[in-house]
């Protein structure tokens, strides 16, 4: 049947494929022409320059390549005489990327929008985006794209021309970046990748000097909170931060590595090659802090938890955790796929059509993922409590998303899918509040009335002395007279924390009422048999042949008679005066 239903549902995919792609067959075919117009193709820009990330990432590319003539076919020279475009459109291509890298910078190229109708809801205009900075002083000069109509009828992305305009002026005014007054001539003329091996130097150092500055400033702000967790000493965390160090450091780093180098002027074509490994660097270390952070909030309200006597809610604390981190690492997840390269949207469009099939496959999952919500939500049990399920009894040690494992008696561990532990019948013996006490005394068929009403009372008094037993219900009744042995029924209930202080009570009681029953000069009765002896007496043979001899000489109808007669009544006879 599951073979069925997959096989139909990815011929259902297929051929939404195809009617999307226009290859499937019309459902009114026979009525169409046989000869079919020619589809106009659609016009496609080679350079990718319809969205502003397009026209960035072709820019910087043609830049890394040495193709100044194709970084031209990015810039907006159409304020410029025709004769002249080529020309003064090599200048600007030169002349940004040297202000870019002195001055300015460009934003992540994830940061950019990937739609042909650019960033929506900005203040800028429409048709005009902003991909970076010109100028980083107090001016805060903006690179802007523009988006305009190409003379074969696409519309295309170009840098705003008079953004372009401004970029000789800006040039004059900055002063060479310090990275370049600062390395030796040899190591600005040799180049790797178009980038001066100095730069590659100067990435390296900063990197490393980035990572330890961001490790120095975090370990101080783990110091400072812990001195004053130190401060309140029944607050916990104190062990978490400790892991929070490294991924913190990280997180700072990577922010100071591109302050470092935007700030001593590293080359923007050196800075683009490896922004894709700063940002999957960022966002790992993102979610390693993240999910340390938690850690920690759940460790603290498990704390606040325990303090409060509230330990069924526990087993939700570790559910929320583990779906946190989940989510933390699919959100990561996902962005580093579409930073690496991988359309994510339509892979998840992909899961779209293929949930229902992966649905049918994954049933069992699903169900103990719902358990799992069942068993947090409606709280049988708790992580720490002891209880029978089935023919298992045991500890409950973890309730997972999946399943739940339970420590039993023999030591032994038994996983049970949630989805299976919820519909079952669950015996909780952490949540009782009180223990009951239940026993039953044979005594001796040799035990006088006198013995038993002393055995009574003085049962009474020992419940009644025990600070541990409950008042009501607290009772000893002779309750039969059993096969072999007079019983006697004692029933009361015990207040103790666990079953350990209760057997210890239990126990004094018992050792109590053995001494009481020496005392009554009793004792307990053992499952015994009483056999009599004696001859058997036959029918009397004279009562038989007296029997028959009567009932011979009654007639039939005289007996048919008496039978249907009715009976008459004697008159009462009055009372003497």
């Known amino acids: 049947?599951?073979?069925?239903?997959?096989?139909?549902?990815?011929?259902?995919?297929?051929?939404?494929?195809?009617?999307?792609?226009?290859?499937?067959?019309?459902?009114?075919?026979?009525?169409?022409?046989?000869?079919?117009?020619?589809?106009?193709?659609?016009?496609?820009?080679?350079?990718?320059?319809?969205?502003?990330?397009?026209?960035?990432?072709?820019?910087?590319?043609?830049?890394?390549?040495?193709?100044?003539?194709?970084?031209?076919?990015?810039?907006?020279?159409?304020?410029?005489?025709?004769?002249?475009?080529?020309?003064?459109?090599?200048?600007?291509?030169?002349?940004?990327?040297?202000?870019?890298?002195?001055?300015?910078?460009?934003?992540?190229?994830?940061?950019?929008?990937?739609?042909?109708?650019?960033?929506?809801?900005?203040?800028?205009?429409?048709?005009?985006?902003?991909?970076?900075?010109?100028?980083?002083?107090?001016?805060?000069?903006?690179?802007?794209?523009?988006?305009?109509?190409?003379?074969?009828?696409?519309?295309?992305?170009?840098?705003?021309?008079?953004?372009?305009?401004?970029v000789?002026?800006?040039?004059?005014?900055?002063?060479?970046?310090?990275?370049?007054?600062?390395?030796?001539?040899?190591?600005?003329?040799?180049?790797?990748?178009?980038?001066?091996?100095?730069?590659?130097?100067?990435?390296?150092?900063?990197?490393?000097?980035?990572?330890?500055?961001?490790?120095?400033?975090?370990?101080v702000i783990i110091w400072v909170l812990r001195m004053l967790l130190e401060r309140r000493s029944h607050l916990p965390g104190r062990g978490v931060l400790s892991t929070i160090v490294i991924p913190l450091g990280v997180v700072i780093g990577v922010s100071l590595y591109r302050l470092i180098v935007i700030s001593i002027g590293v080359q923007l074509v050196a800075r683009d090659y490896i922004s894709w490994m700063v940002t999957i660097a960022s966002l790992m270390a993102l979610a390693w802090l993240g999910m340390r952070i938690v850690e920690g909030i759940a460790e603290f309200v498990r704390y606040g938890m325990s303090r409060t006597k509230r330990l069924s809610s526990v087993a939700v604390v570790m559910l929320a955790k583990r779906m946190a981190k989940a989510v933390i690492i699919g959100i990561a997840g996902i962005t580093i796929l579409d930073i690496v390269g991988f359309d994510v949207s339509t892979g998840l469009a992909a899961l779209g059509i293929g949930g229902i099939?992966?649905?049918?496959?994954?049933?069992?999952?699903?169900?103990?993922?719902?358990?799992?919500?069942?068993?947090?939500?409606?709280?049988?049990?708790?992580?720490?409590?002891?209880?029978?399920?089935?023919?298992?009894?045991?500890?409950?040690?973890?309730?997972?998303?999946?399943?739940?494992?339970?420590?039993?008696?023999?030591?032994?561990?038994?996983?049970?899918?949630?989805?299976?532990?919820?519909?079952?019948?669950?015996?909780?013996?952490?949540?009782?509040?009180?223990?009951?006490l239940y026993t039953v005394l044979t005594m001796r068929y040799e035990t006088t009335p006198a013995q038993v009403r002393y055995l009574l009372e003085e049962l009474r008094k020992l419940l009644a002395q025990t600070d541990a037993v409950t008042e009501d219900p607290a009772r000893v009744r002779f309750v039969g007279l059993g096969s072999h042995s007079i019983d006697i029924e004692i029933f009361a209930y015990v207040v103790a924390d666990n079953y350990n202080q209760f057997l210890e009570v239990q126990e004094e009681i018992l050792l109590s009422i053995m001494d009481i029953v020496a005392q009554s000069g009793t004792d307990f009765a053992f499952p015994s048999q009483t056999l009599y002896f004696g001859k058997d007496h036959p029918p009397s043979a004279e009562k038989a042949d007296d029997i028959e001899a009567l009932m011979a000489s009654v007639e039939p109808q005289s007996v048919e008679a008496s039978v249907e007669a009715p009976v008459k009544k004697s008159p009462a006879k009055g009372k003497k005066k």
């Open 168 to 219: 000789p002026f800006l040039l004059k005014t900055s002063n060479e970046s310090l990275l370049d007054r600062v390395l030796p001539e040899s190591l600005k003329s040799e180049k790797i990748g178009a980038v001066s091996t100095g730069h590659w130097l100067a990435i390296g150092v900063a990197a490393i000097a980035a990572l330890l500055i961001g490790l120095t400033i975090s370990w």
């Open 1 to 166: 049947m599951f073979n069925q239903i997959t096989k139909l549902l990815l011929t259902l995919a297929a051929a939404l494929m195809l009617s999307q792609a226009g290859l499937a067959p019309h459902a009114n075919a026979q009525f169409l022409p046989t000869a079919k117009k020619a589809e106009t193709p659609v016009a496609v820009d080679p350079l990718a320059r319809t969205t502003p990330r397009g026209t960035v990432e072709g820019y910087l590319e043609a830049i890394r390549s040495g193709d100044i003539d194709k970084a031209v076919r990015y810039l907006d020279m159409s304020n410029h005489p025709e004769e002249e475009q080529i020309f003064r459109g090599k200048e600007r291509a030169r002349e940004l990327i040297q202000l870019l890298d002195r001055n300015g910078y460009i934003y992540d190229i994830n940061q950019l929008s990937a739609l042909p109708e650019g960033t929506i809801g900005d203040e800028l205009e429409v048709n005009i985006d902003q991909v970076g900075v010109l100028d980083r002083s107090s001016r805060q000069v903006p690179l802007l794209v523009e988006r305009i109509t190409s003379q074969n009828g696409l519309q295309i992305w170009l840098f705003e021309s008079t953004t372009l305009n401004r």
């Open 357 to 436: 099939a992966l649905a049918l496959g994954a049933q069992r999952t699903i169900e103990n993922l719902v358990g799992s919500i069942t068993v947090v939500a409606d709280r049988p049990v708790a992580v720490g409590d002891f209880c029978k399920f089935g023919d298992v009894m045991g500890t409950v040690e973890d309730i997972g998303i999946r399943s739940t494992q339970v420590r039993t008696l023999d030591r032994t561990i038994v996983t049970v899918p949630n989805g299976a532990f919820a519909s079952l019948e669950i015996e909780n013996y952490a949540r009782r509040d009180q223990f009951r």
